[in-house]
């Protein structure tokens, strides 16, 4: 059964060293309000950390977590803020060496986590074949197919703790609306352990439903939860305010003073 949660009761619900995805796009849909809260709780209490962050792409929001040192693993096909640059704090904690990076692309992020929906160690696919990829990904293996002896590449299943996704609208019984620019959020609904969901009202109805209230364990009502990026079609981005992040921060220093400014 869905509870509905404060959105400081969702952030705490996560653990050091667990496996976090955020849902959305680089500059839509994230859940941005839900991140805000893990930082104010990260900021008087020390935890969560070591966290392992899955982005179909990241953007600012995985940017604010690696930023603060909450984050030890991060795997995702894309890691910046689109038309507005780099993503500072990534771009300075790898070319550091202070986090590690899981190389993936969008076909490998899929079949992983389309094998963690059918309950199997891997899903094979002809991705990566003829690349230097397997090289930065030797836990990425080769097979055979039994059937025409085709090379292929077995992508490893992709298993995660917890999910937050962002909605439009849900309704009482944890019943989510996210629109059509869904990018992995329903793989993402059908394999975390536990999903939360935030959303921008809820409403007593809906008529149709993306995700599906038995896969929605909390379910957050955050009005604007998606600012600074876009919520299509209730609100757009604000851009003014992300080139102010990407303006300002560059290192760690100038990243705590925007984010003790932001919080």
């Excluded at 074949?129 to 090379?151: A, H, M, Q, S, W």
Aim: hydrophobic share 45%; with cysteine; proline share 6%.
């Amino acid at each position: 059964m869905t509870q509905l949660l404060t959105i400081d009761e969702a952030a705490a619900q996560v653990r050091s060293s667990t496996t976090l995805a955020l849902g959305g796009l680089t500059l839509y849909r994230r859940p941005v309000a839900f991140v805000k809260a893990l930082l104010k709780r990260f900021h008087a209490e020390g935890q969560p950390t070591g966290l392992s962050l899955i982005a179909f792409t990241a953007g600012m929001e995985s940017d604010l977590l690696v930023g603060a040192g909450m984050v030890a693993n991060i795997r995702s096909c894309y890691f910046g803020l689109e038309i507005f640059g780099l993503a500072p704090m990534f771009t300075y904690y790898a070319n550091h060496g202070m986090i590690h990076i899981i190389e993936e692309t969008e076909g490998s992020l899929a079949f992983g986590l389309r094998a963690e929906m059918a309950g199997i160690g891997f899903m094979p696919g002809r991705g990566w074949i003829g690349t230097d990829l397997p090289k930065l990904r030797p836990d990425v293996k080769t097979i055979r197919d039994p059937y025409t002896g085709e090379e292929l590449m077995a992508f490893p299943a992709i298993s995660t703790d917890i999910a937050v996704v962002h909605a439009l609208r849900a309704d009482n019984d944890g019943n989510a609306q996210i629109g059509d620019n869904k990018g992995i959020d329903l793989e993402l609904a059908l394999t975390a352990k536990t999903l939360i969901v935030t959303a921008e009202e809820i409403v007593p109805y809906l008529d149709k439903a993306d995700i599906v209230a038995p896969f929605v364990d909390g379910l957050v009502l955050a009005p604007s939860g998606a600012l600074p990026t876009s919520c299509h079609p209730l609100y757009p981005m604000d851009g003014i305010k992300i080139m102010a992040y990407s303006e300002q921060v560059s290192d760690p220093e100038s990243f705590r003073n925007f984010l003790a400014g932001w919080l």
